[in-house]
Each structure stands twice: as C-alpha cells, then as structure tokens.
C-alpha cells in the first residue's frame, strides 16, 4: 500500500524544516512567505523495531521497511481558497492523501516574521481549516451542478443517491467547518472519500511546532495547550514537536540519536509519533515476510483477510492463494527461530477466511 499525508500550515510555521526533517534533505526553508513554490514530496521508512529484530535473525541480503510518502506544499493564506498567494495551486497535489498534517506556530520569535504579525494558534488553525473547507465547498458545487439536474429531473438513481451526499456536505461546508464533523453512514463515507476528494473528509493530526525551551517543558506550554483544547473538540491528535530539534536529529547516527532523545527523556522522536499516530488513524497494521533473501514489512488494513494481504505482494498471490503459514512476532521473538516454534506448535496453517493480526510473520503459499 502506498501511503500519503500531506502537510499544510500558513509560512513560517515550520513546515519545511519539518519536512526536511521527515526527509533529511534539503527543501528550501526560508524566512519569508511562500519559500517554497512547488510541492516536495519525501518518503520516509517507518519504524519499526520489530524488523530491525527480524533482519537481525534471519540475517536477509536486503531489508525493506514500509515506507510513508509526504508532500509539504507552499504556505496557505487568507483567501488560498480563491486564489491568494501560492498555497491555493498545490492544494490539488494533497487531494490524494490519506491523511492531513497540519503544522501549528506554537513559538515566539522576533526573528522569525508571522504573516498575521503575531503568533495565535486558534487563528492560525481557524484559517487553514476554513481555506480548505472553502476548497471542498468549490469541489462539491462543481460536482453539485454536473448531477443536480439527472437527480431533479430525470430521476437518475446514481444522481439521486450522490445528491443525499452532496447537499449535507455543501450545508456543513458553506458555515466553514470541516467536511469529517458531518455524520455520514459508513457507506455513504467510503463513496465521498473515494469520490471527491475531499481534504476536511481526510483524518487530521496537529503537529504543534514548540521552542526547543517549551519541547522540555510542555505541560507550561500556553500555546501547545489551546492547540490540545482545539483537537480535543474535534476529537483530532495533536503531536508537540520541536521542528529545529527533529531536523538536527535527523542528521545524526543512530546511537547519537538515541542518546540525543535520552538526554531530552524522550524514548522516540516527534517524527516517529507523527507516523504511528497516521497508522492508528488510517486503522493500518504490518505484517512481514522473512528469509534469507529479504525481511519486508508491509501495511495492511485492519480486517482484511490472507488473500488480500497476499495480494498486497501480488496479485497473482491472491488470485492464486491456498494457505498462509503464520507466526505471530511475539512468538519468534520468544523462541528465536523457525525450526523452535514448529517444535513448540507455534506455526499455523490458516485459510482463506484468516483475518491478518497486526506482527504476523507469513509465508503465502499459491498456484497460478
């Protein structure tokens, strides 16, 4: 599976820095609004301590960790919406993300300007969150005029049943708020979300961009804590990271790095609890396949069976699945090699009505 979040936040909030940090390159990250004038896209492995233990005992040519791609596009602005500075032309670059990473200015800085001249997370959140519910409402009204007519006159079922979609969307859009507060029917959610693309239907995460003070003492950051009251209405996560530090973490060994976040009393950096958190929102899980060749983790959705998993590898393996051998990672990592769990009872032999669980260590087995 291939997964996409994409960051957004008004200039000079942190966004780049931040996505330089995801990326450890070197996106242009500049003191001036709309630094950055052409959507970056990065990927990042996603971490997984389970696979650097399976690569470690089965000792594979190659390890391949998932990966999550990002984009970070230029700052939005008031009126992004209608066409105000150069946020609005790359909106359309994150209409095919599964997720939104909404960077917040939770700091102070003489050195660095704000485009509103001061520093007020609810606004700042306020007006990001309405350029893209204004966004959507131009996208719902597009399609509202293409299906309005067959749905009023001529009846057409399909126009019918979209306009059941549409119009409550076209409501809750036009008062400004965000298209995922409507309460859709699951059915009717996976068509929007399949069909529209709408950035307030995608799940949300805040990321609170803190001083390098403030990341050490958090519960006395005012800023990070109106920011919490916000994602809390909205039953949204919000993640306070210290941008700067992330990015110089990004830069160093690991063993530095773990020592780095040991001297902060962190165990993992903000950039990995970003990553988790969309994992849990997206409700996605892994699974690996091992041996001598290759370790490899792959995404899945929870609730899908072996066949469909196997066809996340290929599809020929799903087409021509019969059984899946199974382990759990707990189990491995207890027993410490194949031939000791076979002996213990520990690997199964699961069907095609086998729902995949999160660790599963799997070999599929197929004819085409």
């Not at 007006?127 to 204004?134: C, G, K, R, S």
């Not at 979209?162 to 119009?167: A, D, G, Q, R």
Request: charged share 25%; proline share 3%.
């Amino acid at each position: 599976m291939s997964l996409k979040a994409g960051i957004v936040g008004l200039p000079n909030v942190g966004k780049s820095t931040l996505f330089n940090a995801i990326t450890n390159s070197h996106v242009e990250a500049a003191n001036y609004p709309f630094a950055t004038i052409s959507p970056n896209t990065g990927v990042v492995n996603v971490p997984d301590e389970r696979l650097d233990f399976l690569s470690k005992l089965f000792n594979p040519k190659r390890t391949i960790a998932a990966t999550f791609e990002f984009y970070d596009i230029a700052g939005l602005v008031k009126g992004a919406s209608r066409g105000e500075g150069l946020g609005n032309q790359f909106l359309g670059h994150i209409r095919e993300c599964d997720a939104i990473v909404e960077v917040v200015r939770c700091f102070d800085s003489n050195e660095i300007i704000h485009v509103e001249e001061s520093v007020d997370p609810k606004r700042d959140i306020e007006t990001i969150n309405l350029e893209l519910a204004m966004a959507d409402l131009a996208t719902v009204e597009k399609r509202i005029a293409a299906v309005g007519n067959k749905a009023r006159v001529q009846k057409d079922k399909e126009s019918i049943y979209e306009m059941s979609i549409l119009t409550p969307l076209q409501e809750i859009l036009s008062q400004g708020e965000p298209a995922r507060k409507l309460s859709l029917k699951k059915e009717d959610y996976e068509y929007a979300f399949k069909n529209y693309h709408l950035l307030t239907l995608k799940p949300i995460i805040y990321v609170a961009n803190v001083s390098d003070a403030d990341y050490m003492d958090l519960d006395n950051c005012k800023y990070l804590n109106i920011v919490k009251e916000i994602a809390k209405a909205e039953n949204s996560q919000v993640i306070p990271i210290s941008c700067e530090i992330e990015y110089e973490l990004s830069s160093l060994p690991l063993e530095e790095k773990m020592e780095f976040l040991k001297s902060l009393g962190a165990s993992e950096s903000g950039l990995d609890k970003v990553i988790k958190t969309v994992y849990k929102l997206l409700n996605l899980s892994t699974f690996f396949t091992v041996g001598e060749d290759e370790c490899r983790a792959w995404t899945f959705t929870n609730g899908m069976l072996a066949p469909q998993c196997a066809g996340i590898i290929h599809s020929d393996f799903e087409k021509g699945f019969i059984k899946a051998e199974v382990y759990s990672y707990e189990d491995i990592h207890e027993y410490k090699s194949e031939q000791a769990l076979k002996e213990a009872g520990k690997l199964r032999m699961e069907g095609k009505t086998y729902e995949m669980k999160d660790g599963d260590v799997v070999f599929f087995r197929f004819n085409v």
